[in-house]
């Protein structure tokens, strides 16, 4: 689908991604732009995050620590129904790692009713699983494992309840994740590769900007890309630190860069991710 699809009257649009792909700096570039090039990476503009504890309490009047992770991806959907009714902005950019799914109701826990579009960025594994690894303080290989996992999880719960600030999230594989985001979903899809990013930011911004339904000017895009370049990035990490860091993380923004993968990966390495993945990495043009 392509923007002429768009139903401009829907709110949310979903910023998704398997971990470490883009979806941060992009969002940090969104928050220049709506804020006339200022950035703040601790306050950034956009709506937050899918699986958001404090969101679906504040929504629902239920303590979500009672509920299993079934029931609530029941609820969520109208949750999100429920927000795009409330809030009186006009547009709302609701960042989310899960893989599109469906819950035990045989419903897609992201809700078709409330959705304008959705952009999907998409990175080489080779170097998403050196920065999910620096991003979750663990090994190589304990990441590749994770990215491999058909049933793979971000802040799987104890006892399948609900303790952290974050639900469980179901990643599947890297694969699998990109499947479920490219396989003829029922509203707009828009595919940035991270690799595009890097190599001409502005015309892949540019490209999102036009998508999404927003109005700025080229001078507007390449402001809000200088504010939120990578070196800012860093930068401002460093002086104020990120919320979003995992405790245990060296840094979030890391390297942003392609193909660093060459200096991380052993042939061994290499071979189970390339072997497991190809289908998808070819398709992206990743082999």
Known sequence: MDNNDIDKAKKIIWLASYPKSGN???????????????????EMKTDGIF??????????DLDSTYLYDEEVKVLLPEVFINLEKTYEKENLFVKIHDAYTYNQDNQPIVPTECTRCAIYFIRNPLDVVGSF?????STIDQTITLMSNEN???????????????????????SGHVKSWTSNLPFPVLLI???????DTLTAFSKAVNFMGITATK???????????????????????????????????????AGNWENELNSEQINDITSIHKKYMELYDYL
């Open 51 to 60: 699986s958001s504890r404090p969101v679906f309490d504040n929504f629902t």
């Open 24 to 42: 941060t700096w992009f969002r940090a570039f969104l928050t220049a732009l709506l804020n006339e090039g200022e950035l703040d990476i601790n």
């Open 152 to 174: 793979g999880f971000l802040a799987k719960q104890s006892n399948n309840l609900n303790i952290y600030n974050q639900f469980k999230q179901l990643m599947l594989s890297w």
């Open 133 to 137: 690894a620096n991003h979750n303080n």
């Open 219 to 257: 001078e507007q895009i390449e402001a809000a890309i200088i504010a939120s370049s990578f070196e800012q990035l860093q930068k401002k990490e460093k002086e104020k630190g990120f919320k979003e860091k995992f405790i245990g993380s060296p840094s979030f923004f890391r390297k942003g860069k």
């Open 193 to 199: 590769r991270y690799e595009d990013m890097i190599a």
